[in-house]
C-alpha cells in the first residue's frame, strides 16, 4: 500500500478564497483523522470519521471548515473563506481500530493564507 | 482534559550516547500511549505502542516504558546515530473520547556526529 495520501503537498491561496485538501486512506482502514499542526498550538485534532461518519467534530474552529468523506477512499477538508490564521500543515490519518493499532498520517498540506 | 508534557524540549547528544526522553499525562485513563517520530517537512511515523495493560515495549535501538499511574512514559534511544536526529512525539490515547490522540509538543533530538 502506497500509505495515506494527500493532495496537494503546498497550498498558497489569499485571504478569503476556498481552499480544499483532499485525503486518501490506507486501503480497509476504517478510521480517518484530520489534524493541523501549527508552532504555536502543536498538533491538534480537527474531526475524525467511522465508517465515513462524521464521529467529532469539536475540534473544528468554526463554521469557515468543513469536511466530508463520501466514501471509503476519499475525504476532503475545505476552508471557505480562508484567513491568515488558517496558515498551518494539515495532516491526514487513518487507522484501523484506534484503541489497539497506531495511526497512519499523510505527508501533509502546508498551508499559506496571504 | 488529557494534557501531555515533553521535555526537554530539545536536546542535543553526541552520536553513540544513550539518551531518555520524558513524557507526562496528567489522566491516567487512557488506552494506549504511542511514541512518534516527525523528521523537517514530513509526516509522523509511528515507532511505539505501549497499550494501558503493558509496561514497556521494544524496537530495535528504542524502548519505550509506560508508569500508567504516575502518568509518565519514557523513551530509551540506545547508541544513538545522527540518522535520529528529529522530532519525537508522544501521544496519548484517552479512554473518555475513545479515539482522540492528545499530543505533546515534542522533544527535538539532534545527534551529533
Known amino acids: 500500500d502506497a500509505g495515506v495520501i494527500q493532495s496537494p503537498r503546498h497550498e498558497v491561496t489569499e485571504m478569503g478564497q476556498e481552499v480544499t485538501l483532499r485525503c486518501k486512506p490506507i486501503?480497509?482502514?476504517?478510521?480517518l483523522f484530520w489534524y493541523r499542526q501549527t508552532m504555536m498550538r502543536g498538533l491538534e485534532l480537527l474531526i475524525y470519521?467511522?465508517?465515513?461518519?462524521?464521529?467529532?467534530d469539536s475540534g473544528m474552529p468554526e463554521d469557515r471548515f468543513s469536511a466530508k468523506m463520501p466514501n471509503a477512499s476519499f475525504s476532503t477538508l475545505k476552508i471557505q473563506p480562508s484567513e491568515p490564521r488558517d496558515s498551518a500543515v494539515y495532516f491526514c490519518?487513518?487507522?484501523?481500530?484506534?484503541?489497539?493499532?497506531?495511526?497512519?498520517f499523510g505527508p501533509g498540506t502546508r498551508l499559506t493564507v496571504l | 482534559k488529557q494534557e501531555v508534557t515533553q521535555i526537554p524540549a530539545a536536546l542535543s547528544v553526541p552520536e553513540g550516547e544513550n539518551l531518555v526522553l520524558n513524557c507526562s499525562f496528567t489522566?491516567?485513563?487512557?488506552?494506549?500511549l504511542q511514541w512518534f517520530r516527525q523528521d523537517p517537512g514530513k509526516g509522523l511515523t509511528s515507532l511505539l505502542l505501549?497499550?494501558?495493560?503493558?509496561r514497556e515495549q521494544t524496537s530495535g535501538r528504542l524502548n519505550a516504558s509506560l508508569d500508567k499511574s504516575s502518568g509518565r512514559s519514557t523513551l530509551y534511544i540506545a547508541a544513538s546515530q545522527p540518522g535520529d536526529s528529529a522530532t519525537y512525539l508522544c501521544?496519548?490515547?484517552?479512554?473518555?473520547?475513545?479515539?482522540?490522540?492528545?499530543f505533546g509538543s515534542g522533544t527535538q533530538l539532534t545527534v551529533l556526529p
Open positions: 470519521f467511522n465508517n465515513n461518519v462524521p464521529i467529532d
Open positions: 486501503s480497509g482502514h476504517d478510521y
Open positions: 490519518a487513518s487507522s484501523l481500530v484506534p484503541s489497539t493499532d497506531t495511526q497512519y
Open positions: 505501549i497499550q494501558s495493560s503493558q
Open positions: 501521544a496519548v490515547l484517552s479512554s473518555g473520547s475513545a479515539r482522540q490522540l492528545t
Open positions: 489522566d491516567s485513563a487512557i488506552y494506549n
